[in-house]
């Protein structure tokens, strides 16, 4: 492992990246794309836009989250759709890099009553299911940007090239593109925190503007409100 500079170390946060396998599972799994859970009477989503339906990226059952995480997140089903559609430029008119944006539909149910076993919209290419079936454990640093906050420097080339991990991952520290973007909690205007990052071509296979990485936060005190993010260079 990287030299960790010994002012930074007490930093220190876990994160988990998915390992998951091809093809979907329950309804109430932990997945990336593949069939969501949904109210008998609901439908899925749609963009307001282009009125086609919203691709499924994330499905996240926080009730069987690792150990470490139990209940940090709330519980239920955290889960993430965003539109997709090329023909149309959503992303563009509603500004779909943007927390909270109408491009994108984000939320954390509870799965009470009776699911409905959900047809896959067929009016474009959907993604691939992939089921997350375990997590893997790692140690996870700030950037150099969000180090100054703390009074540190760091100037370690060969740091910044391992920190903050890459990739899909859940929790830990946000690997940012341009620089520190949490939101702001619309309720309580607290600084939202990294629930899962999404990084292009992962798990899904979606690129975020040009090599982008994506951000679900949510409020510590309202856990009912989550959001995305994503930004690129």
Request: net charge negative.
């Amino acid at each position: 492992m990287t030299n960790i500079p010994p002012e930074i170390q007490p930093y220190k946060r876990t994160a988990w990246k998915p390992i998951t396998t091809d093809g979907d599972g329950a309804l109430t799994a932990s997945k990336f794309a593949g069939k969501p859970w949904l109210g008998k009477h609901e439908k899925w989503p749609k963009c307001p836009c282009c009125q086609e339906p919203l691709q499924f990226f994330l499905q996240l059952n926080l009730n069987q989250l690792p150990e470490a995480l139990q209940n940090e997140f709330g519980s239920g089903i955290l889960q993430m759709f965003y539109c997709t559609n090329i023909d149309t430029l959503c992303d563009v008119d509603y500004e779909g890099w943007e927390a909270f944006s109408d491009v994108h539909f984000l939320r954390i149910i509870q799965p009470e009553g009776e699911a409905q076993d959900v047809e896959i919209p067929k009016t474009q290419d959907f993604f691939p299911p992939k089921l997350i079936v375990d997590w893997q454990q790692l140690e996870d640093y700030p950037n150099s940007e969000e180090a100054s906050e703390f009074g540190i420097e760091l100037n370690d080339e060969l740091y910044e090239d391992n920190f903050p991990i890459e990739g899909d991952k859940l929790a830990g520290w946000p690997l940012w593109i341009q620089g520190i973007e949490y939101p702001n909690c619309p309720i309580c205007g607290e600084t939202m925190r990294l629930v899962f990052q999404v990084d292009s071509e992962d798990n899904l296979p979606f690129m975020f503007g040009d090599a982008g990485c994506g951000y679900i936060t949510q409020c510590k005190d309202h856990k009912n409100i989550v959001a995305f993010a994503w930004a690129c260079g």
